[in-house]
């Protein structure tokens, strides 16, 4: 099975585009980064640690090594095509090299119209199916979570980690948050009991009405 027919199987009408939380009646917004400082920007301090262990622990709690998985990486692409393997090269040591001939590649208009009046941008969207244990998460989670600290490695594109398996769409946006979907509560009932303390509270009431 395809991206494309998965997603109109499973997630009907819903785009691959941040913010997902808002775009889905099933999910849980949780917060990554606390109590973030200026001073703080520096490798491994101990804000950027927790950062790491929130979305590791959680990308864990939901992904076994052996679940089928859809990762999905999308490149902006401001240059009409220009260069757009090589933007691509930060996410290749991440992947079993044998697994990198079989990325599927479309192009389609800018995900984020609204910020591109010309209409001259586009998106390329890199997909690969795969198992849990063929790529390594947690260097690659952390990559996300330096994007915005001006830290290396650092991972710009969007990741989104799509189980096959549990009907789950992962999405660490950045250091501050991470979004999780589901096609059901009750997939995700237990990551929600247990790491309770970790939801925003800003969106709290919304996801409780989810599950109580």
């Known amino acids: 099975m395809q991206l494309n027919e998965y997603m109109k199987d499973k997630f009907p009408n819903l785009e691959l585009r941040p913010p997902l939380f808002y775009s889905w009646d099933i ?13 703080y920007d520096y490798p491994n301090s101990p804000y950027l640690l927790g950062c790491y262990k929130r979305s590791i622990t959680l990308f864990e709690a939901l992904h076994s090594p052996t679940d089928d998985i859809f990762i999905v990486v999308d490149v902006n692409d401001y240059d009409k095509g220009k260069n757009i393997k090589r933007k691509l090269n930060n996410f290749s040591p991440f992947v079993e090299k044998s697994l990198l001939y079989k990325l599927n590649h479309s192009i389609f208009p800018y995900i984020f119209p609204e910020d591109d009046e010309e209409g001259t941008y586009k998106t390329h969207r890199f997909t690969l199916k795969c198992k849990t244990s063929d790529f390594k998460y947690i260097p690659l989670l952390k990559a996300i979570c330096n994007q915005d600290l001006g830290i290396k490695p650092s991972m710009f594109h969007r990741v989104y980690f799509i189980n096959i398996n549990k009907n789950t769409i992962f999405h660490v946006y950045d250091d501050r948050g991470c979004d999780l979907l589901a096609t059901s509560p009750e997939t995700i009932r237990d990551i929600y009991k247990r790491y309770n303390d970790w939801i925003l509270d800003y969106d709290r009431p919304e996801i409780d009405k989810v599950f109580n």
Not at 27 to 38: A, C, T, Y
């Open 27 to 39: 999910g849980i917004r949780f917060e990554l980064g606390v109590e973030w400082k200026s001073e």
